[in-house]
């Protein structure tokens, strides 16, 4: 059963990672984000107090959208090519598996934007203290983000447009974790990424659950 | 520890696709060393009944009763399209364990093993997803249209590796359209339940 978890991570790591005949990997997501943070000051104007104000936001913003961004390859390819079914057959429950692509997903984007975080905090001219509670923000919250990614795939799976309605189920879902995560940084104290690491941990302990629901209702 | 001898029970299975009940009081009860083929029209359920069969699908009415691992080989290989041959088998092989001694070689694989799973024709595809099968080692074969895009020896092939499999104390169920020859192979007309 470990080594059966193991295996399903390992593969799953490494199509999140470097993409699948579908396209894909974290190399897109990545510059998309980076993208967002480059073009945010042609839209607000380059006033550097302005930038140095909003800037945490935009961060936490652009890494939402860009975590939106693999939804459709997370579920819906595997449940397609059968391997869903395969897995049930010997016994591995849903949850586990489930529980394993959270892990994979958040490891596959969270690490990388994270350093992506960094050029993209320069490019807004944030300074250090900012820096680091977007960074610690991030770190509480991307789990959340990667739960309810995995979950609300594993929900529109199967579905036609399911990518467009995944996209559109996300966002609220991800309101919390980008209320207290942004917060922190007008608060300038732990307490605002302690809140999100906590919305982080319930998405966590939930996603398995209802991500698994999800694919027997659908099979 | 020996594993309990195979068996598979159903009884009085009844399955609904949307408002339209497929078949109903449909009962099997297959031993170990048997092997049963499903017969049928398309869309007459014998999917469906498969997946009941393996628990992927409840039934809308009626059980199933299984003793020993499953095995299904339907449309979809699971095999990653863009991973070598080689790397997908080699996945399913870290879950089930190695390959049986010569099995890619008599599947006609032996070769293919670098070539991504997406560049292979319908009937390799069809060859690996049996490999994997293999490797499962299942006790249960739930084989839906195990012949599709299979060139005449590859069936035979099918055939003689089904026959096997039963020979070995194993069960095996199948749909299929074509004609399978085996010693002591029982036919299920669907038909006879359909409504």
Redesign the interface.
Known sequence: MI??L???LW?DLR?LLL????GGGVVLPILFFLAVAIIFPFAVGPDPVLLARVGGGVIWLAALLAAILPLDRLIEPDR????F??W?????AEEWIIAVRVLAHWLSFAPALMLAALPAAALLGLDGRVIAIVELGLLAGTPGLAAVGVMVAAITAGLKGGAALAGLLVIPLCVPILIFGAGALSIGGTSGIALTGAVSLVLVALAPFAGAAALRAG? | MTMPAPALQASDLACRRGDRVLFAGLSLDLQAGEALQLAGANGIGKSSLMRILGGLALPYAGSVERTGTVGLVDERPALDPAAPLGRSLTFWASIDGPLPEGALARLGLARLTDVPVRYLSTGQKKRAALARLLGQRAAIWLLDEPLNGLDTAACALVEQLVGEHCEGGGIAVIASHQTFTLPALKRLDMAEFAR
Request: glycine share 18%; no cysteine; charged share 25%.
């Open positions: 080594r059966a193991w295996a399903i593969r199509l993409g699948s005949a579908g397609e090519l059968g391997l079914d395969q049930a057959l010997r016994g591995i099979r």
